[in-house]
T-cell receptor, first 117, second 112 residues
Framework: GENVEQHPSTLSVQEGDSAVIKCTYS??????FPWYKQELGKRPQLIID?????GEKKDQRIAVTLNKTAKHFSLHITETQPEDSAVYFC????????????????FGQGTILTVHP | DGGITQSPKYLFRKEGQNVTLSCEQN?????MYWYRQDPGQGLRLIYY???????QKGDIAEGYSVSREKKESFPLTVTSAQKNPTAFYLC???????????FGPGTRLTVL
């Protein structure tokens, strides 16, 4: 089955700096990679996702890049703000055409991001 | 987010008691999941179900049981066989098992 490794486990930055979280996956057939943000005591929420037919996707201050050859994908947060402080989870799975599911979503271990004012 | 509800928000259990956590969704999703989260830890899959009347064990199913009698409901029972049940429990649902999962607000279980 799929195995997802996430690094670093904790990340501390100053407000305004950039933050990068990296995940590697084992199954070369995986083609869908979502990222979740979980604030303290709250539910994880999808913030961005990427499919294997693109190398990069941006949404305002967040972006995700994918390197299929190296089997890794990364979350980039620019101009960090204190409200970005949370736990971030990456995940990976293989999806077929028309939404056919080949495997279940596998999550990384999470990264605790702290943004200091 | 509002399509998935969990109850109760907080639950206290005495040792030796079974307790049942509720999860309901009105998103018409086929797949539902239960995760356990310990402080500072990731999400560990307990059970998942892709269709009514069918479910599979996840990575840490021992001491837990589930049922899926209705599409919209996937209750989790934490039995007395679960030796360390104090944790934050999250329910999720998705269209299919490889699709984006949407999470409920969670239930925090504490064993007294």
């Amino acid at each position: 089955g799929e195995n997802v490794e996430q690094h670093p486990s904790t990340l501390s930055v100053q407000e305004g700096d950039s933050a990068v979280i990296k995940c590697t996956y084992s199954d070369s057939a995986s083609n869908y990679f979502p990222w979740y943000k979980q604030e303290l005591g709250k539910r994880p929420q999808l913030i961005i996702d990427i499919r294997s037919n693109v190398g990069e996707k941006k949404d305002q201050r967040i972006a995700v890049t994918l390197n299929k050859t190296a089997k890794h994908f990364s979350l980039h947060i620019t101009e960090t703000q204190p409200e970005d402080s949370a736990v971030y989870f990456c995940a990976a799975t293989r999806r077929g055409a028309g939404g056919t599911s080949y495997g279940k979503l596998t999550f990384g271990q999470g990264t605790i991001l702290t943004v200091h004012p | 987010d509002g399509g998935i509800t969990q109850s109760p928000k907080y639950l206290f259990r005495k040792e030796g008691q079974n307790v049942t956590l509720s999860c309901e969704q009105n998103l018409n999703h086929d797949a539902m999941y239960w995760y356990r989260q310990d402080p500072g830890q990731g999400l560990r899959l307990i059970y998942y179900s892709q269709i009514v009347n069918d479910f599979q064990k996840g990575d840490i199913a021992e001491g837990y049981s589930v049922s899926r009698e209705k599409k919209e409901s996937f209750p989790l029972t934490v039995t007395s066989a679960q030796k360390n049940p104090t944790a934050f429990y999250l329910c999720a649902s998705s269209w299919g098992r490889a699709d984006t999962q949407y999470f409920g607000p969670g239930t925090r279980l504490t064993v007294l």
